[in-house]
């Protein structure tokens, strides 16, 4: 254990030391493999500030792009930012110097704030859903229901739940006594391999987790299985395969968000662990931490025009 990473638990533990500091190990790999993920993760990070902030400033400038659509897809990319913000910085200096000491207070407020933003993830892409839902199957009462001051509360209630929820489990983990091993195989503090090195019991923590999950992941995937549902329904119901077509392509989109950020996010949270590998678990993290927010505004880029033309505006200006 690294120096000055233990101090003295109190007098009826006084044979155990408690961990002020955790090592991330990353990629244990080769100096040249390191330095190629380094400079890719780099790139990827650079572009998924500048997509994201260029989708957040169309959506605020361009008159066209004042719906609550983009006025999500705009919450979605300062979703996006945070959980980049938090995870890659620390992943580049991880492979830069091959593993990196963090100390236990960044590691619970690394955690949180990866629990914040997965949180408003699940949560906004829901709403989206619901908005798509809204907009194909009762289109007439579309501007009754989907004002701007909804709007505005439905995101500032995903907001808050993401913030309050994920206090009960961070609180909770870091009353934890971590007394043995501080190494984490891991690329950033995720909460289940943190966990596995705690000392104490850790039933309550996971129940808290369990039951977090209940309103920030599958409350949110029953939104969107039933709203797409509906969708599929009505959209079958068209008459004419261009109407059909019409319909399916105001999804087309959100649908492949959905589709990539729930995959990787299910694959690695819900497939028992010993299914799949320490490197496969990575791999995937890797995915919706850093290459998921780098998609979403690509894939809402491609194939919207709405954000095809506001980009050829903006920069024909």
């Known amino acids: 254990m690294p120096a000055g990473s233990c101090r003295p638990l109190n007098q009826d533990e006084n044979n155990l030391t408690a ?5 991330l190990i990353g990629f244990q790999a080769s100096k040249y493999l390191r330095t190629f993920l380094f400079c890719l993760l780099l790139v990827v990070y650079c572009g998924t500030i500048c997509g994201n902030l260029l989708i957040i400033a169309l959506v605020s400038t361009s ?89 505005v509360v439905l995101t500032f209630l995903c907001w808050m739940s993401g ?20 190494i984490i195989d891991h690329l950033f503090c995720d909460p289940l391999p943190l966990l596995e090195l705690a000392c104490s019991d850790t039933f309550i923590v996971h129940l808290i987790i369990f039951l977090i999950g209940i309103p920030c992941v599958f409350f949110p995937t029953a939104v969107i299985v039933i ?59 890797l995915l919706y931490t850093v290459f998921t927010p780098l998609f979403n505004p690509i894939i809402y880029s491609l194939k919207n025009k709405d954000i095809r033309k506001a980009v050829q505006n903006t920069f024909h200006k």
């Open 19 to 23: 961990v002020t500091e955790f090592f």
């Open 163 to 182: 913030f309050s929820l994920n206090l009960f489990s961070n609180i909770s983990t870091a009353k934890l006594n971590f007394c043995g091993p501080n």
């Open 63 to 151: 008159k066209n792009l004042h719906t609550p659509m983009y006025f999500f897809i705009s919450q979605l990319s300062i979703g996006d930012l945070l959980l980049t913000s938090v995870i890659v910085p620390n992943m580049l200096q991880i492979l830069l110097n091959n593993g990196m000491t963090i100390t236990f207070i960044d590691c619970i407020a690394q955690l949180y704030f990866f629990g914040v933003s997965e949180a408003f993830d699940c949560l906004i892409l829901a709403l989206m859903s619901y908005d798509r839902y809204v907009a194909i199957c009762n289109p007439l009462r579309y501007t009754s229901i989907m004002t701007s001051t909804s709007c």
């Open 227 to 285: 709203s797409y549902t509906y969708i599929v329904v009505t959209v079958l119901r068209i008459p004419s395969s261009t109407g059909r077509q019409k319909a399916f392509s105001t999804c087309s989109s959100h649908l492949t968000v959905v589709s990539i950020f729930y995959g990787t996010l299910f694959s690695v949270y819900v497939v028992p662990t010993k299914v799949q590998s320490a490197i496969i678990t990575k791999i995937l993290s």
